[in-house]
């Protein structure tokens, strides 16, 4: 089953001969799945879902979206008199998953400053790539360019953290969700020298906002529909698939 089905505690109990859920979405956690876990485990159904198959993608496309609006080229937003250089900018990285970790691996190759924050310092990412750790609020408020990759339904930015974002300040959204508290992101983006960019309509919370010259969005998921991207997914659903059968074996 893809995103866009679901099977709930409805279906569950109307099709008793289910024995496995194989999603071919991502599944981050049971409360965010579009299956009801919980009820499937009861009935000793098996859900396997994937993740990190389109993260690729989305490092490509906040380069590309980077690269146009600091070198002047964007046909709606400038950033500054003068073109700059990615290597220019302090960068924060708000998680660091796989998507989070992959964005500051190309940050850093082209010369970023990058620090990040995450519920766990990750140590060995600090070693590996140059970046650092830092609280939220201080990331926040030192960064020129904030990317959020957070996990569903995470709102990590209220009130408290927009009103340490000041000067002029780009942030980039490339989760499922809009990541922040959406009446706090409307005062937020009122200030012209503040920008946003996101690749799907839903990672601003409100859609209204993308008429606003400083919104910019591509408005399709730059991480999960590329040829590399469909690839991935069915060889890791086959994948579960197979893990499945050998289970029960």
Known sequence: MSYTSKIDKYVIDNAP???????CCSLYSKESANVDIEEAEKK????????????EGVCEYIIHELTEFLGGYHNKLVWSDYPEEISSLKCAVIGLGTSG?????TLKFFGADVSYYSRTRKEDSEKMYG????????????????FLALN??????????FNVMNGKKILFNTSIGPGFSIKAFKKW?????????GDTINTIGDISLWDKENCFTINRSSGG?????????G???INNIVSYFEEIR
């Open 17 to 23: 001969n289910i024995k496995y859920i194989g999603m």
């Open 44 to 55: 000793g159904i098996v859900v396997k879902g994937i993740r990190d198959y389109g993260d």
């Open 101 to 105: 970790t992959l964005i500051a691996r």
């Open 131 to 146: 970046i650092t750790y830092k609280p939220l609020k201080r990331a926040l408020e030192e960064a020129d360019a904030i």
């Open 152 to 161: 569903k339904n995470v709102l990590l930015l209220q009130d408290e953290e």
């Open 189 to 197: 983006i009122d200030n012209p020298n503040h920008y946003f960019f």
């Open 225 to 233: 529909t590329t040829h590399e991207a469909y690839r991935r997914l």
């Open 235 to 237: 060889q890791k659903v």
